[in-house]
């Protein structure tokens, strides 16, 4: 009995300790976050639907691609379609994935991540990402230059 109390107290919160990990807001770099264990990636979709993943501390800081790795596949809503996406550094702070065919419509991006070692659960990301309703402040990176 115990047991089914604390279940349904854990689900009723869990909305709120995925808002702790800060998901509603913009990461420092203007993506997206989610928590895949000891670390954050943020994502960004450029206009040519190239993923730029961020892996981050547990306090958003410090993207590192040092004894990391990224892999991102596509899967369209509705569909058995799977895009891999080809996945290397960019600006010597984060990974640059480019989709292996044409990303139309909705679906999920997910994610598979090493930080430094420490390899995290995967990621999904429904696409196309959605509009944040806050700012963090913090200007989004530009990327036209790397």
């Known amino acids: 009995m115990i047991y089914k109390t604390l279940l349904t107290i854990a689900l009723a919160f869990s909305p709120l300790l995925v808002l702790a990990h800060g998901e509603e807001n913009p990461g420092p770099n203007g993506g997206h976050l989610k928590m895949p264990g000891p670390f954050h990636t943020e994502l960004e979709i450029d206009s040519v ?3 730029h993943i961020f892996l981050l501390d547990m306090e958003f800081k410090n993207p590192t691609i040092q004894n990391s790795s990224v892999t991102a ?6 569909s058995a379609k799977v895009i891999d996406y080809k996945c290397g550094i960019m ?3 984060h990974f640059h994935c480019v989709p292996q065919g044409k990303i139309s419509g909705k679906g999920q991006l997910k994610i598979k991540a090493v930080r430094e070692n420490a390899v995290g659960n995967e990621v999904v990301y429904d696409l196309p990402l959605k509009k944040f309703t806050k700012t963090t402040g913090v200007p989004a990176v530009d990327h036209s230059r790397h």
């Open 73 to 78: 596949k596509f899967h369209e809503k509705g």
């Open 49 to 51: 639907q190239g993923a």
């Open 91 to 93: 600006g010597g702070n």
